[in-house]
T-cell receptor
Framework: DAGITQSPRHKVTETGTPVTLRCHQT?????MYWYRQDPGHGLRLIHY???????DKGEVSDGYSVSRSKTEDFLLTLESATSSQTSVYFC???????????FGPGTRLLVL | QQQVKQSPQSLIVQKGGISIINCAYE??????FPWYQQFPGKGPALLIA?????SEKKEGRFTISFNKSAKQFSLHIMDSQPGDSATYFC?????????????FGTGTRLQVFP
């Protein structure tokens, strides 16, 4: 694996509670991404970052926010979790756009 | 226009057979077409990728065939092995601002039986 860790790896939470997922990289890659993976939908981009404090929305950003205060850390926050946010969340990194993305091991989130 | 359509959704192949997964895209600005392999409980990993300046790329038993005029590309797995059993995703991206994020297909679950 390309020096990417995600925490927690599994989480069960209740509707309406805030949840923060963390992605940590040791590769010093500029770009970091958050995806969600759901059956029948493949991988869909939530948010991405192209540098410290530089972030932008992806395809399915509603209900999610992100922050990147250090090159190595990219946080995904669900301000008020809903059952529709039950999913597997993957972090990815790349040196630049159009270059290979390396994925973390994923976080399985269940919102009851 | 941003979609990448992948088929089939699932595929069962005998050991030693050829597995073929197809993808189609609409946006002619796409110029990077990777395939990712994902095992259960793991993150996707890059398997092989192609750019439109070539029509075919081969790495071991894995080949990408690319048809620019038809806007289609496919993954061929020769001599399929049980260890190839995984979910495969095609993807596409381009160089312009609104195309430079990877768009993934919906995935194909491949099962190779001995």
């Amino acid at each position: 694996d390309a020096g990417i860790t995600q925490s927690p790896r599994h989480k069960v939470t209740e509707t309406g509670t805030p949840v923060t997922l963390r992605c940590h990289q040791t590769e010093n890659h500029r770009y970091m991404y958050w995806y969600r993976q759901d059956p029948g939908h493949g991988l869909r981009l939530i948010h991405y970052s192209y540098g410290v404090k530089d972030t932008d929305k992806g395809e399915v950003s509603d209900g999610y926010s992100v922050s990147r205060s250090k090159t190595e850390d990219f946080l995904l926050t669900l301000e008020s979790a809903t059952s529709s946010q039950t999913s597997v969340y993957f972090c990815a990194i790349s040196r630049g756009t159009g270059e290979t993305q390396y994925f973390g091991p994923g976080t399985r989130l269940l919102v009851l | 226009q941003q979609q990448v359509k992948q088929s089939p959704q699932s595929l069962i192949v005998q050991k030693g057979g050829i597995s073929i997964i197809n993808c189609a895209y609409e946006n002619t600005a796409f110029d990077y077409f990777p395939w990712y392999q994902q095992f259960p409980g793991k993150g996707p990993a890059l398997l092989i990728a192609i750019r439109p300046d070539v029509s075919e790329k081969k790495e071991g038993r894995f080949t990408i065939s690319f048809n620019k005029s038809a806007k289609q590309f496919s993954l061929h797995i020769m001599d399929s092995q049980p260890g190839d059993s995984a979910t495969y995703f095609c993807a596409a991206s381009g160089a312009t601002y609104n195309t430079d994020k990877l768009i993934f297909g919906t995935g194909t679950r491949l099962q190779v039986f001995p």
